[in-house]
């Protein structure tokens, strides 16, 4: 056994502890850790949730002064680092510290972005692919990214790029507090338990990874069965007191959602995160049994199209008429949504679509809203007085304009079939030079924008009214229509083929059955 000693002035200096550097053979070989196949662990039943990310970083807003503490109330704690360390205890305290590195590293790429959407960013990966190019989706902050390998031949392109070079010369790395010394760990480091785990004091469940992402960072990995993970879905995108089978179809819906989109943090080794740009997931403190016998009554069901699992988006409130996908994101359009007038056969045969013009769009939000599916959601209909001021420092925060810009007035120039807006013309006092936001962007950049639903009215030279409806952007199923069909007789089928027309209710198969 070799052993390296270190110091590092930890605690402002104040207290010296011991790096112990300890490589050894344990019963599990290391480098089976390092095997994490995300593909396999989804035929197994099981999803692996990025739970924190940016672990030791700036942006670290989990780990207490880079620390993270992981308990139990009974049984023991096992750790695994993939340098060979294996270690039980009732407690284990993790800690991050930056180690110069020997050798440092140059590190360059050409980034495109940033896009506010998985969907924009994998449409220009794969646009890059088909080029040629060795293209991967990132998400290093709070948008996604596209990068490719830097060449100096590289060729001039029709997206907006940045070139990104870095010196390497520090690593974040986790190390394993004892009494009196700290072990050096490597990843993936594999935490598990019999019982549950608490993580800074708060229950999570038994078995986690710590995984070094492709940030210099470090994310927090949860490996959780189907079912359990959406008993931690549930309660926060729908609601444990919805009517049971609305719940029913939102527990097949993000049973698909999250199958079709497990491949979104590959360049990171885990398949989904647990915000509001995967689904929202929180740890199930409380056992709701209606959530349960939701999940229980469609175990492993998923809607297929083509016999695949479906991109089964939703959101909360689609205003009264739901978007196709290539309306809402720069992507093309799947088979299975349509614009569809959300409400009683009788209310479709009144209306007519597409609805292009912002006269018929007004129309549209004149109509009384009761004669629709989840009219009572808070944002069904909105009105939102927006000033020239407001736009402008949302420009300048995403870098559009300059501080000395001002803006002169803004409307849409195109529309969806369902009447969204999906171009956005901003103009300012600089001549011939105007923004233009599409699709996506336009909520991204103005984020003060409940959906793309609605119409533009000029009150004064500076300031707008803008009369909108719904939350979200409006593909497939609505949490709030879904809700109110359930509470009118619908069960969780009809609900599914009414937002997700010509798709298929299949069990998948699970390797571990």
Same mark, same amino acid.
């Given at each position: 056994?070799?052993?390296?000693?270190?110091?590092?002035?930890?605690?402002?200096?104040?207290?010296?502890?011991?790096?112990?550097?300890?490589?050894?053979?344990?019963?599990?070989?290391?480098?089976?850790?390092?095997?994490?196949?995300?593909?396999?662990?989804?035929?197994?039943?099981?999803? +692996?949730?990025? %739970? #924190?990310?940016?672990?030791?970083?700036?942006?670290?807003?989990?780990? =207490?002064? /880079?620390?993270? @503490? &992981?308990?139990?109330?009974?049984?023991?704690?096992?750790?695994?680092?993939?340098?060979?360390?294996?270690?039980?205890?009732?407690?284990?305290?993790?800690?991050?510290?930056?180690?110069?590195?020997?050798?440092?590293?140059?590190?360059?790429?050409?980034?495109?972005?940033?896009?506010?959407?998985?969907?924009?960013?994998?449409?220009?990966?794969?646009?890059?692919?088909?080029?040629?190019?060795?293209?991967?989706?990132?998400?290093?902050?709070?948008?996604?990214?596209?990068?490719?390998?830097?060449?100096?031949?590289?060729?001039?392109?029709?997206?907006?790029?940045?070139?990104?070079?870095?010196?390497?010369?520090?690593?974040?790395?986790?190390?394993?507090?004892?009494?009196?010394? +700290?072990?050096? %760990? #490597?990843?993936?480091?594999?935490?598990?338990?019999?019982?549950?785990? =608490?993580? /800074?004091?708060? @229950? &999570?469940?038994?078995?986690?990874?710590?995984?070094?992402?492709?940030?210099?960072?470090?994310?927090?990995?949860?490996?959780?069965?189907?079912?359990?993970?959406?008993?931690?879905?549930?309660?926060?995108?729908?609601?444990?007191?919805?009517?049971?089978?609305?719940?029913?179809?939102?527990?097949?819906?993000?049973?698909?959602?999250?199958?079709?989109?497990?491949?979104?943090?590959?360049?990171?080794?885990?398949?989904?995160?647990?915000?509001?740009?995967?689904?929202?997931?929180?740890?199930?403190?409380?056992?709701?049994?209606?959530?349960?016998?939701?999940?229980?009554?469609?175990?492993?069901?998923?809607?297929?199209?083509?016999?695949?699992?479906?991109?089964?988006?939703?959101?909360?409130?689609?205003?009264?008429?739901?978007?196709?996908?290539?309306?809402?994101?720069?992507?093309?359009?799947?088979?299975?949504?349509?614009?569809?007038?959300?409400?009683?056969?009788?209310?479709?045969?009144?209306?007519?679509?597409?609805?292009?013009?912002?006269?018929?769009?007004?129309?549209?939000?004149?109509?009384?809203?009761?004669?629709?599916?989840?009219?009572?959601?808070?944002?069904?209909?909105?009105?939102?007085?927006?000033?020239?001021?407001?736009?402008?420092?949302?420009?300048?925060?995403?870098?559009?304009?300059?501080?000395?810009?001002?803006?002169?007035?803004?409307?849409?120039?195109?529309?969806?079939?369902?009447?969204?807006?999906?171009?956005?013309?901003?103009?300012?006092?600089?001549?011939?030079?105007?923004?233009?936001?599409?699709?996506?962007?336009?909520?991204?950049?103005?984020?003060?924008?409940?959906?793309?639903?609605?119409?533009?009215?000029?009150?004064?030279?500076?300031?707008?009214?803008?009369?909108?409806?719904?939350?979200?952007?409006?593909?497939?199923?609505?949490?709030?229509?879904?809700?109110?069909?359930?509470?009118?007789?619908?069960?969780?089928?009809?609900?599914?083929?009414?937002?997700?027309?010509?798709?298929?209710?299949?069990?998948?198969?699970?390797?571990?059955?």
């Amino acid at each position: 056994m070799k052993l390296k000693f270190a110091f590092l002035n930890l605690f402002l200096g104040c207290i010296s502890l011991l790096i112990i550097n300890i490589k050894f053979t344990s019963s599990v070989k290391a480098e089976e850790l390092l095997k994490i196949e995300l593909a396999t662990e989804i035929k197994k039943g099981k999803f +692996l949730i990025g %739970l #924190e990310q940016y672990l030791g970083g700036k942006n670290d807003r989990f780990s =207490k002064k /880079n620390n993270i @503490n &992981f308990t139990t109330d009974e049984g023991f704690l096992n750790l695994i680092s993939s340098n060979g360390i294996k270690h039980k205890s009732k407690q284990i305290n993790i800690t991050w510290v930056d180690i110069p590195i020997k050798n440092p590293k140059k590190i360059e790429r050409i980034v495109f972005g940033p896009f506010s959407s998985y969907e924009s960013a994998k449409k220009q990966a794969d646009k890059l692919k088909n080029q040629g190019f060795k293209a991967t989706v990132a998400y290093p902050n709070t948008n996604w990214e596209v990068w490719i390998p830097f060449q100096d031949d590289l060729p001039e392109f029709e997206l907006k790029n940045k070139i990104f070079r870095k010196i390497k010369d520090i690593q974040i790395t986790p190390l394993l507090r004892n009494d009196h010394s +700290l072990l050096k %760990l #490597e990843g993936p480091i594999n935490i598990y338990a019999q019982e549950e785990i =608490k993580i /800074n004091g708060v @229950n &999570f469940g038994k078995n986690f990874y710590l995984i070094k992402d492709s940030y210099g960072t470090w994310t927090l990995v949860q490996k959780i069965e189907f079912n359990d993970y959406l008993a931690g879905v549930l309660p926060y995108e729908i609601g444990p007191n919805s009517p049971l089978e609305a719940l029913k179809a939102q527990a097949v819906i993000a049973r698909t959602w999250g199958i079709f989109n497990s491949d979104r943090f590959n360049i990171d080794k885990y398949h989904l995160c647990i915000s509001t740009q995967c689904q929202v997931y929180k740890p199930s403190k409380i056992i709701n049994k209606k959530v349960l016998k939701a999940i229980e009554a469609t175990s492993n069901l998923i809607l297929t199209y083509g016999n695949q699992p479906i991109n089964a988006f939703y959101h909360g409130s689609n205003g009264g008429i739901s978007a196709t996908a290539g309306e809402s994101w720069q992507i093309q359009d799947y088979s299975y949504f349509n614009s569809i007038i959300d409400g009683s056969k009788s209310l479709n045969k009144i209306l007519k679509l597409p609805i292009t013009s912002e006269s018929d769009l007004n129309n549209f939000l004149d109509l009384n809203k009761e004669q629709f599916y989840g009219s009572n959601h808070s944002l069904f209909r909105w009105n939102k007085k927006i000033s020239s001021l407001e736009i402008k420092e949302k420009l300048i925060q995403k870098k559009l304009i300059n501080i000395n810009d001002e803006v002169l007035d803004f409307n849409s120039i195109e529309r969806g079939s369902s009447g969204r807006v999906t171009k956005l013309e901003i103009k300012t006092n600089k001549v011939k030079k105007s923004i233009v936001l599409v699709k996506d962007d336009i909520r991204r950049v103005l984020n003060f924008l409940p959906s793309n639903l609605f119409t533009i009215n000029k009150l004064s030279d500076d300031l707008w009214l803008l009369r909108g409806g719904g939350f979200g952007h409006g593909v497939g199923l609505s949490q709030s229509g879904a809700i109110e069909m359930a509470k009118l007789g619908f069960s969780y089928e009809q609900i599914l083929n009414h937002y997700y027309r010509n798709a298929k209710l299949k069990k998948i198969e699970i390797l571990s059955q």
